[in-house]
């Protein structure tokens, strides 16, 4: 894989090897089709292997998102479908664990709002700036679906059981503010200043010695790594839930804007 194999993510090199990475669908707010989510499992391998590049920094195209999450034919494509299902979950646990595996830093510049892939990708970093206005949710849980494809993993990590099980099961929106406050983000900004500050921070990485900036994020990283079987259950289960009655309803309520009534919180006639 080459920068210039990447269909869906735009690079722009910054000066003193720090790497600009645009995720760019723009016209459906960044969201995940098949070939972006399989484009953020390879990122991360191609940042590690390129001596030129020693920090990188994702943001999102345009003024409304970072990445609002899968395109809803994308996950429409996947609910009760085995065989896509399968991918998706290889896929979703490569995200996560291919950005621990990246020796250098990663900074997110969470321009807007962030779902799902994207949001797993914009926690998972090791810096991260985000816009107050901006917006987060898992989402998962709205769709019918469990926390799965990086919560489980860093949630609790970053802003504590308490908050990570109200969040995640409620699927609430989250702004800037808030989300620097429980700590799920490094530090908020004004929209205006997000980028301009994520690619300072990197900036000030990639002036550091590399050597102690990566075993220090390797050392840290070991935290979410004894965390893994954690999440690779969270996935399954996540994956399991997909094949229910409750995502096909969460799948056409969001299709049809409107509110889910699902079928397992339905009384017993």
Known sequence: MRYEDFQFILF?????????ATLNRPEVMNATNARLHWELTQLWAVVDQDPTVKVVVVTGAGDRAFSAGGDLAFVEEMTGNHEVMSV?????SDIVYNMLACEKPIVT????VAVGAGLAVALLADVSVMAEGARITDGHARLGVSAGDHAAIVWPLLCGMAKAKYYLMTADFIDGKEAERLGLVTFCAP???VLPRALAIAARL?????AAI???????????????PVFDNSLALEMLCFMGADAKEGVDALRNKRQPSFPSARMPS
Do not use: C
């Open 109 to 112: 510049a969470i321009n807007g």
């Open 12 to 20: 722009d090199r910054q000066s003193d090897g720090v790497l600009l």
């Open 214 to 228: 990566r075993a220090t994020k390797k050392s840290l990283n070991n935290w979410m790594r004894m965390a893994g």
């Open 88 to 92: 998706v979950m290889k896929e979703a």
């Open 191 to 193: 929209r205006e200043d």
């Open 206 to 210: 990639a002036g550091g010695s590399q």
